[in-house]
């Protein structure tokens, strides 16, 4: 007995997806009028952190999806109003009572960009042979995953082990269920295909030419399935690994976009002054970042509660925001941005900037201030992921001072932070990054369990362990009623806050520069990610 | 000729061992930074599970001993093997060669114009030393040595690609322009201009000193007061005579910095987007891309090494009494 899923989207499964687009752009629009789209035209994106892989089914990754979510397609994308998805490859899908059985049906019509036709074979090999035995979250997410059956080349009936909530499910969906075409990966190493450089898809654009260090090209795909798309006849991805270079080329008029926050963060007030270009922070609210304050548990100061939460009070994120963000980024009130309206809940332990209380509460906690004025000294090793977590460090190493706390900084490039900080563990506090991708599940809860081995980036190193924790992560993973689900990530979020192994510092989007010439575009939550079917020229 | 096989023949055999030292040294080097390739193979993809990172580790054959790997790597590039980078799923021959011509482009026009301007403007200055002409040119050469190129690279571009919008911000040559022959080339020139002067900027200060020195002090020897004496103009003297003796230290310069420009392909290359080893250089270092790197050190000792065998050359040409014997 099957019944309809819970969830928004379900409701509009069986139209089609353009006219889906058109709907979520006329509600994007409403504001300013917006010139009419015209046919043809070369987009000249900055690609700033080159990939050797773009095969987005194997790395799910922001910028791996920059480029090849124009080639390759999910089954379903995020909608353009806030929260729910519209279908791509899928056109519609169910959930059995048990939650063992999710069910999808398959568009029709739709080729492979070497002509063969995408059937559900396709759908059944990327998910057992990809997503669920590759993929870097997929494994996660699908661990569970037995069975992909096919009775008809149009229908692909998943079956899991364990019950597993279609909500989660739907949440995944557009960020780690790229179809790979199965005829051109099956029987080969998938990691190293060499197709990975040069993806097959059925999305609106072709991958024609791929020059590493220069540029990636793509072509309009005639035969895409929705007839009335794409408008635009190539896109350039142009390898630019200099910041300050990207802000320059858009000055010069050489760049129609860059994504990510590709501009240094001094230079995008300035470029927002430009009479051509448009500095814009929305169509990322599905790929929220949090700049995260994190802490070695295993360092007996910051063991007590008590002088984590006089450290999380000691900082003025409002001070942050401001200087190290330009503005573009808010305070963060726990591991689940305000932006993910379905199981975000501002009832959680706060702390606001208060250096003098921060001052009282480490008295209190047994470390007074010494004869120089020092309580005690902090290994403090910033993240080199961003330009903002090695700024946010400096800023770090300052608060801690005026509270009697030394910071002795140090920076690592990537490959030696991620051994430092999280194999080795010789570290007291540092700076880092969250993706919340979501939904807790995919990305989040990893950061508070426990069992996960030293040396993963972006897990629990901080010898946090709490039981209570483990439990609520434990019991919201199997559990397939969406509302007790949410009440469960709530409960998630209060202990998340009480406990404080990290610090959701910041909550921020990024940033795009766009050429004023350019319409629909950071439309859906996932723009930079999605697959710029209906970006245009203005007419 | 018999010369020059002299000097191919020494040089050859000066060249194994420092091939040996600067691979064994670069691969030690590396394998003291913290992390490896997939470490950041994993950082580039978000995060993964431990249970892939072990299994790479072992495809890749990170999990034997260093000594193993580094005899393993040592016996491959004697024979001409450069292996295969992990990180761009290619062979390292590949993506070396493919890089290598626009860096050399790159780094022959700058030392070519430098070595222009800095002898020319040298020789100049030299001529009336202490006069203002000498004050103008030195104080030139010297704001031309003291500026970091990042610096000096960023102002052109906001100047001539932003400003003027003379020239291109950055790249090799227009995307998707379907320019071909003459027209590509003259696209391609175009796009090299800034990149070329702000890599030549640094060597013109330090070429204009040398050849200053070096024109003063040969001034002040008999043959020029001989040269003097037969009627010659000044002019003549200065540059048939002199210079030609001051050239020697010159190309001394130019073998020693064939190694340095290398390097500053690095800042220029990422500066202005140009696709070549220097930029390769960087991005395997920062990915612990061990065979790519030694695999770039690797070609770029064998371009050194070569400049250095035609610098010797050009000392023999220059001055007929080295090399014999």
Known sequence: ?539 | MNRVATLLRRRLAQAVPTLLIVLTGNFLLIRLAPGDVVDTLMISQGGGDPATAAALRAEYGLDQPWPVQLALFLWKSLRFDLGFSYFYSERVATLVFDRLPITLVLMGTAMGVALAIGGTLGALAAQRAGGRRDVAILAFGLVCYALPSFWIGLMLIVLFAVKLQWLPVGGVATMGSGLAGIAHGLDVARHLVLPVATLALFFVGVYMRVMRAAMIEVFTQDFVRTARAKGLSERQVAFRHVARHAMLPLATMLGLHAATALGGSVVVESMFSVPGVGRLAFDAVMQRDVNTLLGIVYVSALVVIAVNFLVDVAYAWIDPRIGEG
């Open chain 1, 1 to 539: 007995m099957m019944h309809r899923g819970p969830g928004p989207g379900i409701g509009r499964r069986d139209l089609l997806a353009g006219a889906a687009a058109l709907g979520a752009l006329a509600a994007a629009g409403p504001a300013r009028a917006q010139p009419a789209p015209r046919r043809g035209g070369v987009l000249r994106v900055a690609y700033n952190t080159e990939q050797p892989n773009l095969n987005a089914a194997l790395v799910a990754s922001n910028a791996v999806y920059l480029v090849a979510s124009k080639v390759l397609e999910p089954l379903a994308e995020m909608d353009g109003l806030a929260g729910g998805v519209r279908p791509l490859l899928a056109t519609g899908w169910d959930a059995a009572r048990d939650g063992k059985t999710i069910t999808f049906r398959l568009r029709q019509g739709v080729k492979w960009h070497d002509g063969r036709d995408f059937t559900s074979a396709d759908v059944q090999f990327s998910a057992m042979e990809v997503w669920k035995a590759l993929q870097n979250f997929g494994r996660a997410v699908f661990k569970d995953l037995s069975a992909v059956e096919t009775p008809d080349a149009h229908t692909a009936i998943f079956r899991f082990d364990a019950p597993i909530p279609l909500q989660l499910v739907l949440n995944a969906i557009p960020a780690l269920t790229t179809v790979l075409p199965r005829h051109l990966y099956a029987g080969t190493d998938i990691r190293n295909n060499p197709r990975n450089a040069m993806p097959v898809g059925t999305g609106p654009f072709k991958l024609t030419e791929n020059r590493r260090g220069e540029y990636v090209r793509l072509d309009r795909n005639p035969d895409y399935w929705d007839r009335t798309q794409p408008f635009l006849d190539q896109i350039l991805f142009r390898a630019m690994p200099d910041k300050a270079a990207i802000a320059a080329a858009h000055e010069a008029g050489e760049l129609d976009l860059s994504c990510f926050t590709s501009v240094p963060l001094p230079d995008i007030a300035r470029l927002g002054r430009l009479p051509t270009l448009e500095v814009v922070a929305r169509g990322y609210e599905g790929a929220i970042n949090h700049a995260t304050i994190e802490f070695n548990l295993r360092t007996p100061q910051l063991q007590k509660l008590e002088v984590r939460k006089a450290i999380a009070h000691a900082v003025d994120i409002g001070f942050v925001v401001d200087n190290v963000f330009e503005g573009y980024a808010k305070a963060g009130t726990g591991p689940v941005p305000s932006t993910s309206s379905a199981f975000y809940t501002p009832d959680v332990p706060r702390y606001p900037y208060d250096a003098a209380r921060a001052n009282r509460m480490l008295d209190e906690a047994g470390f007074p201030r010494g004869a120089n004025g020092t309580r005690f000294s902090l290994r403090l090793r910033p993240a080199p992921w961003f330009e903002y977590t090695r700024l946010m460090g400096d800023y770090l190493a300052q608060a801690l001072r005026r509270v009697g706390i030394d910071a002795q900084m140090q920076v690592f490039d990537p490959g030696a932070h991620l051994n430092v900080v999280y194999r080795d563990h010789a570290f007291d506090i540092t700076t880092g990054t969250h993706a919340y991708r979501n939904d807790p599940a995919i990305s989040t809860t990893v950061l508070y369990a426990t069992g996960t081995p030293p040396g993963v980036p972006w897990s629990n190193q901080y010898g946090y362990a709490n039981p209570a924790m483990d439990a609520v992560i434990r019991e919201a993973a199997n559990e397939i009623d969406p509302a007790k689900r949410v009440e469960l990530y709530h409960r998630f979020q209060r202990i998340a806050q009480e406990d404080i192994p990290l610090l959701p510092a910041v909550e921020h989007a990024f940033v795009s520069v766009v050429s004023r010439r350019l319409v629909n575009h950071h439309n859906n939550p996932r723009w930079a990610m999605s697959s710029w079917a209906d970006l245009a020229f203005a007419s």
